[in-house]
């Protein structure tokens, strides 16, 4: 329930946050008599898990993987890079848990991603920590992030909000490369050319002297369309440099720049017109900065800093496809302009110790968005409308800790949020792990969470409040299967105060929803070089008051089959890679299709040429001519086939 009355929760939080750290504190003498016991699981728990795998979301600082106790996905660099794909949305579309709506899976198309099908503004996307969500929607758009630049990424899969706020669905948090250290740079350049004249080029390196490293990488992407006529191209740019400073200090600063174009759509009879038939262009410039400040001030505690800045300019214009009464061919018919922008800070102190981590932090945003709209002479334009700039402003105070008792190891967490277009709201989370065997891990979390009015929302709606969540999960994570790795995840997910958006704004809380799941991962050892990963995500929907219907058991569920083969001798690889979605009333529009599995081919082969190593590679995406689309004005090509070459120095 949100609190109605703002001083109740800032008393409760003012109060309740440092007991949480001082509570934390004093178990100290508990904890380290249990820090040889922790340590002696952790040793037989690595013979099945990686001890040294790290993540840093759930918390925000990092701890190991084997004391989280969400619903955790993480992707590293190297298993991106053998993907050898073209845009984020492809990366998360192979992951147990995610929903990628894509608006024709182009070479570089429009995507939506949902986590655990909750709806598209549930899910808080960053980037090198920056919020990219869009004020116009409440989702992100992240086909402008280049795939070089990444480090790892993060995902949560579940309500968020103790550590990050307005979080209802999840997490996705892309980490960028680090800089580098060496004189001599090390990277990469890349490129690659395929069916629909599709080609892109990239290059990225790091180095450093001294106190000081860097990472720079830039990168071109153009296509002709591979269906409909539809065309893309993207220029970005990114860099970071890190500055070691005294006292186990250091300032870094990284900032971005990338401008994708494209065509998606051909939208027939648009408006139910007749005979009026458009074709859409998509702009959207993406502008990232942030300044981090880090330091030990003493052996356990530890200071983040940081400044962050994220801009979007996004225009959508449709045009006439053809020529008829009142227009010509490529004539403006309609088009909407957002700028976005935001400025934010962020604090957090972090007391850590091996069986032991607390965190504090504190959080502040302010973000403005300006919106016009064109109408062409179709609609007796030329004419252009502008709208007043709209304001938010956002605060955050958290606090969390881990204890590692042995086998065990909980994690409670609290957060307050303050919204100046809606409603306050505490975030309470307890969570708990427990090493069964020692290659079995059990865990288990409860979470409370919100999704606050993004700005184009409130401002339409001013009376909306938050839609608020308690989720609940359990699974376990076992090696005990001869040569079979698997993990199973039960959640059940019931959202209050749903907004009630099948209806002209004003929109209103008025609706209720209830997610029931299992999400499922296996995967094999290397048996000669063949290995077989697979998972699969069933999610029961039932809703009331949420849409113009109400929902009882509407499923929907994904599955991803993935074969690779591997001669480490010679240096082929072979992949082969399905994915299938099915999917629910709250997807699906005008004649989809999505009743079969979509096919991808890899084959690779690493080289030596100067003593330089170099990949070359041949991909054919979907093999067999399937069809997986929500909207027939969204259609996805058919077989194509591209190739392309790596040299990394």
């Not at 109060?15 to 922790?38: G, N, R, Y």
């Not at 050898?84 to 579309?93: F, N, S, Y």
């Not at 100067?610 to 979907?622: C, G, L, M, Q, T």
């Not at 069809?627 to 996805?636: A, L, W």
Request: proline fraction near 4%; charged fraction near 25%; aromatic fraction near 12%.
């Amino acid at each position: 329930m949100i609190t109605k009355h703002r001083k109740l929760p800032t008393r409760f939080c003012r109060a309740t946050l440092p007991a949480l750290l001082a509570a934390a504190l004093c178990c100290q003498p508990a904890v380290a008599a249990e820090e040889q016991a922790a340590a002696e699981g952790e040793k037989l728990l690595s013979l099945y898990f990686d001890r040294e795998q790290t993540e840093e979301t759930t918390t925000r600082s990092p701890k190991p993987l084997s004391r989280v106790a969400e619903n955790v996905t993480i992707i590293t660099a190297d298993e991106i890079e053998k993907m050898h794909a073209r845009t984020l949305a492809e990366v998360l579309d192979r992951q147990p848990g995610l929903f990628v709506m894509f608006h024709g899976r182009d070479f570089l198309s429009n995507d939506i991603t949902k986590v655990l099908a909750t709806r598209s503004h549930h899910t808080l996307f960053l980037l090198d920590g920056v919020r990219i969500n869009l004020n116009s929607s409440g989702a992100a758009i992240t086909n402008f992030i280049p795939l070089t630049i990444i480090k790892r990424i993060e995902i949560i899969k579940g309500p968020a909000s103790s550590s990050w706020g307005s979080s209802l669905g999840g997490v996705v948090n892309i980490i960028t490369r680090d800089a580098g250290r060496s004189l001599s740079p090390t990277g990469s350049v890349r490129a690659s050319y395929g069916e629909g004249d599709s080609r892109e080029v990239a290059a990225e390196a790091a180095g450093g002297a001294g106190r000081f490293g860097y990472y720079l990488a830039g990168s071109n992407l153009d296509s002709n369309g591979l269906a409909l006529d539809r065309y893309a191209e993207r220029d970005t740019v990114y860099g970071k440099m890190e500055v070691q400073l005294p006292h186990n200090s250091s300032l870094t600063a990284a900032a971005g720049y990338s401008d994708p174009f494209y065509r998606a759509l051909n939208w027939s009879n648009a408006w139910d017109i007749t005979g009026l038939d458009l074709y859409d262009e998509i702009d959207h410039r993406n502008l990232w900065a942030t300044l981090f400040f880090d330091t030990e001030l003493t052996e356990r505690l530890s200071l983040h800093l940081a400044v962050q800045r994220f801009e979007n300019d996004y225009a959508h214009d449709l045009f006439s496809l053809d020529s008829g009464p009142g227009r010509a061919q490529g004539d403006l018919i309609y088009g909407e302009q957002w700028d976005d922008a935001a400025n934010s800070f962020a604090s957090r102190l972090t007391w850590a110790e091996e069986s032991f981590t607390a965190n504090l932090g504190f959080e502040s945003s302010r973000g403005k968005m300006d919106y016009e709209s064109s109408l062409g002479r179709y609609f007796n334009g030329p004419s252009t409308t502008f709208a007043e700039t709209e304001k938010e402003e956002r605060r955050g105070l958290y606090a969390n800790a881990t204890f590692a008792l042995g086998r065990f190891s909980m994690t409670p967490g609290l957060r307050y949020d303050y919204n100046a277009n809606s409603e306050e709201f505490v975030s309470p989370s307890l969570g708990a792990t427990y090493q069964l065997f020692a290659d079995t891990l059990l865990r288990a979390s409860i979470a409370r969470g919100f999704s606050a009015p993004y700005l184009s929302a409130s401002a339409h709606s001013p009376d909306l409040e938050p839609e608020t969540i308690w989720a609940y999960q359990a699974g376990v994570e076992t090696g005990r299967l001869p040569y079979l790795w698997l993990k199973c995840t039960l959640f059940h997910q019931k959202v209050e105060d749903a907004w009630y958006t099948d209806v002209n704004p004003p929109w209103s809380n008025a609706g209720t929803i209830r997610w029931n799941g299992v999400e499922l991962e296996a995967r094999t050892v290397e048996f000669h070089g063949l290995r077989l990963t697979t998972n699969f995500t069933l999610v029961i929907e039932d809703s009331m008051g949420g849409g113009s219907e109400d929902r009882e058991n509407d499923e929907t569920y994904v599955a991803n089959v993935i074969v690779d083969y591997t001669n480490h001798a010679q240096g082929w690889r072979a992949e082969l890679a399905g994915h299938y979605y099915w999917m629910n009333r709250s997807v699906k529009n005008e004649r989809p299709q999505y009743d079969d599995f979509l096919w991808d081919a890899l084959l690779s082969k690493d080289l030596k040429v100067s003593a330089v190593p170099v990949e070359i590679y041949v991909k054919a995406h979907n093999l067999f001519n399937a069809s997986q689309y929500f909207d027939y004005e969204y259609p996805n090509p058919d077989r194509w086939v591209e190739a392309g070459i790596v040299v990394r120095f």
